[in-house]
């Protein structure tokens, strides 16, 4: 009776059934949106529904023991893969875009007659959880009379040279982003979001779109970038658009290829807010040479005070970075300034 029992209980029977959940979990995690816990005990259950009829059936004590061993480990190391990929876009926000997303030409009707668009059908998640879709479309009579209009841009005299650039190209732009207004503004009538929702829905919809280098210059070789720029267009070839005046794509621009860096993506979406009547602000580092969104809401996190309005600052290059929260080595406020302000 006792090595009945030291067998059913052994090590083979805890083995086998361990295998059989870390797989059996890892298999229904990736193809199937279902709750982790849940996922867990019911993989659990056809586990050692299995593994008892290949080894027998161990004592009730043993059985309990192994399911809330085996739970723990599970639970630790997803909670492990958690922090180390938070760990990974914390350090580097660019390093996960590196998959490319499509625009089609496609039609419709204004006005009878029949228009040709630009749209990227565009289904994201925001940073809680919640599923979008939304068409963001630009016309192609737009594209054609906006795509070079930066070339002619001339930069007033004096200082916030950047600061001016964004203005001219928010006020040149935003006409002929009506299409993608309408579109944002079905989703805030169905969903019926809040300010703060409706915000992050916008933000979240332009982060999550794969990242890209803007270079005034051509794109060349990875080898001939620093460490952090060759690592990405090594695996990226695609991810790199050159020769565009001042490194930056206009937002009619970006809609049409989804090709943007971080001041082409805070552009875009400081316009969209505004339009949408919120105070919001583009902050810009010469010493971290990044630009990210600021936006005068009530919430936690890091903020610049700017003529006595708190503006919470907001990472658009990469995804899972909500409102007053930014990159580690990004965080240092003081090296961050407010070059533009929507009011």
């Not at 080894?55 to 997803?78: A, E, W, Y």
């Not at 492990?80 to 390093?95: C, M, N, Q, T």
């Not at 005034?216 to 070839?237: A, F, G, K, N, T």
Request: aromatic share 14%; net charge negative; with cysteine.
């Amino acid at each position: 009776m006792t090595n009945s029992k030291k067998k059913a209980n052994g090590c083979l029977w805890i083995f086998i059934f361990g295998m059989l959940v870390f797989f059996g979990v890892a298999v229904v995690d990736t193809l199937f949106n279902f709750n982790f816990i849940l996922t867990i005990l019911a993989v659990m259950i056809l586990a050692g529904f299995f593994t008892n009829r290949w080894f027998g059936k161990p004592s009730v004590k043993g059985i309990i023991g192994n399911v809330i061993l085996i739970f723990l480990i599970i639970l630790f190391l997803k909670f492990v893969g958690s922090i180390l990929g938070d760990f990974v876009e914390e350090y580097d926000p660019e390093v996960s875009f590196v998959k490319e997303e499509g625009v089609t030409m496609e039609y419709r009707i204004e006005e009878e007659d029949t228009v040709s668009v630009f749209t990227s059908h565009r289904r994201w998640r925001d940073n809680y959880g919640n599923d979008f879709t939304a068409d963001l479309s630009v016309r192609e009579s737009d594209f054609d009379r906006l795509y070079n209009h930066i070339d002619t841009y001339q930069p007033s005299r004096g200082g916030n040279f950047w600061g001016n650039l964004y203005d001219y190209i928010d006020r040149t732009d935003t006409p002929s982003l009506d299409l993608v207004m309408e579109a944002f503004e079905e989703i805030h009538e169905e969903k019926m979001l809040n300010q703060m929702e409706f915000a992050e829905m916008v933000v979240s919809c332009i982060q999550d779109i794969p990242y890209s280098f803007v270079f005034q210059s051509e794109c060349q070789d990875p080898d001939h970038y620093e460490d952090s720029i060759r690592r990405i267009l090594r695996s990226c070839p695609e991810c790199c658009i050159g020769n565009i005046p001042y490194g930056i794509q206009n937002p009619v621009s970006f809609l049409q290829n989804l090709k943007g860096d971080c001041d082409t993506r805070t552009v875009i979406i400081y316009s969209i807010l505004k339009h949408f009547d919120y105070d919001v602000a583009i902050l810009n580092s010469e010493f971290y040479r990044h630009s990210i969104l600021g936006i005068n809401l009530p919430a936690k996190g890091l903020n610049k005070m700017y003529y006595g309005k708190k503006y919470m600052v907001w990472e658009t290059t990469a995804k899972y970075f909500t409102v007053g929260e930014l990159p580690s080595n990004f965080d240092d406020i003081t090296h961050w300034n407010v070059i533009l302000t929507s009011k």
